[in-house]
């Protein structure tokens, strides 16, 4: 698994550059995790509604070929991104995604957060009235996201496959932006961070702990 950390760059250059490598590769070609920071962009995903964007204002909008719907990416997120061939891991979409889930609950678990799962929503939840604690989640509702903020998203694309885009986790950016759009297709959801939660940690540091925790779980 080789690792590479790209800075600073255009959501729309990523996405060529991703695909591109995703089209070249060989069956022997190492998988690599792909670490960014993209100026603020709102992406859709190939089932993204426009109603879902409500006032993108100055952000661009950039269509691209990822599940999912609109989310936002921004300076003080850590994005990661896997192109992993599953076929050669020996596994299929669905632990694909449990997996980068569980990258996530881990990284979180080492800063005192605990994250969950919610059903039909990939991505990464916490409970607002009380992030550190594995206490049980809100009751039946419904609204299957009451008193719970999202603080990772998932986004995902396979083909012939081999895996591009991949996971955001919030660290400390500018929320305002996720007010513009109902994130990941979810009118009313709410998006948090770690500063948001009272937890203070560097971007880098946090990515250095994902991209650790992505690595063993997407190793042979």
Known sequence: MQYRDWGLVPYAQTFDAMRAFTEARQPDTPDELWLVEHPPVFTQGVAGKPEHLLMPGDIPVVQTNRGGQVTYHGPG???IYPLVDLKRLGIYVKEYVFRLEAAVIQT???LGVVGFRVGGAPGIYVRLADPFSAGALPGPSQDPFAGLGKIAALGIKVAG???YHGVSLNVAMDL???E???????AGLRTVDLATLGVRAE????AALLAERLAAHLSR
Do not use: K, M
């Open 180 to 186: 513009r759009i109902n994130p990941c297709g979810y």
């Open 161 to 163: 496959h081999c895996t």
């Open 77 to 79: 997120q850590v994005v």
């Open 176 to 178: 305002q932006p996720f």
């Open 203 to 206: 971007p880098r540091d946090v």
């Open 108 to 110: 979180l678990e080492a």
